[in-house]
């Protein structure tokens, strides 16, 4: 018998594998707390709009999960994506580990932890070499994927 929890997350990274957003939206709760070191916290209606957000530009995206394992209210997986990024076309893969907490069958916290410094190298090239572990750089990462966030949900309505 599969336990239900598992059985959700493995259905948000099928939807995600799919690119099917409103899917993935569907296995949060209305209140759920997404966090990633890109975006920071993002609470609702925003953690939805993110993966709508990144789903609708991404690029020759391949995404593999393992090791999915559900402890009561608690999951975790692993995951890696594979896509082009930017206007250069990077190729990034990002490795990420991901913990949960599901009530009422839905997640309703979900926090991704990745190395930043390797994403920046992949994604922004010899700038993210160079500066990708300073938090100026960081900061402007995070500023502009928010800002990019906030113009993909007013271009919505």
């Not at 997404?34 to 920071?40: E, K, R, T, V």
């Not at 999951?75 to 913990?99: E, I, K, M």
């Not at 160079?130 to 750089?137: I, N, Q, T, V």
Request: aromatic share 10%; proline share 3%.
């Amino acid at each position: 018998m599969t336990d239900p929890n598992r059985a959700v997350v493995e259905r948000f990274y099928h939807a995600f594998a799919q690119r099917d957003a409103e899917a993935m939206v569907a296995c949060y709760s209305d209140d759920v707390v997404f966090s990633d070191p890109i975006f920071g916290t993002l609470r609702g209606a925003d953690a939805g709009d993110m993966w709508r957000m990144l789903l609708s530009r991404a690029e020759q995206l391949e995404v593999h999960v393992d090791d999915v394992r559900a402890n009561g209210d608690s999951a975790s997986a692993h995951w890696r994506a594979s896509y082009r990024f930017g206007p250069r076309a990077r190729r990034v893969v990002n490795d990420v580990q991901a913990r949960f907490q599901l009530r009422d069958g839905l997640i309703c916290h979900h926090d991704d932890s990745f190395a930043l410094w390797s994403w920046s190298r992949q994604a922004l090239g010899l700038p993210g070499l160079l500066l990708g572990w300073s938090p100026l750089l960081q900061g402007k990462v995070r500023r502009q994927a928010f800002e990019g966030l906030r113009s993909y949900q007013q271009r919505r309505g």
